[in-house]
């Protein structure tokens, strides 16, 4: 199974959230839960990712490259 990193930025009074690794994968929601399960509904529908960029996604998780986002409360 390949681990993707998901990242929720709040604007305003709702929220974004975007997998860096998988272009085009992004979703919005009025909470938190809710921008992170429109999220994971669109990475479902997406094609399978190539093996090539699910390696780079998970050496990118490995390295660090990625920080999560928590909203400011």
Sequence with gaps: MTTYAIVIEQRGSCFRAYVPDLPGCTATGNS??????AVREVMRSLPPAGAALAAQA?????????????PAR
Excluded at 32 to 37: F, S
């Design 32 to 37: 938190l839960a809710e921008a992170e399960t």
């Design 58 to 70: 998970n050496q990118n998780l490995r390295s660090g490259g990625y920080a999560w986002v928590s």
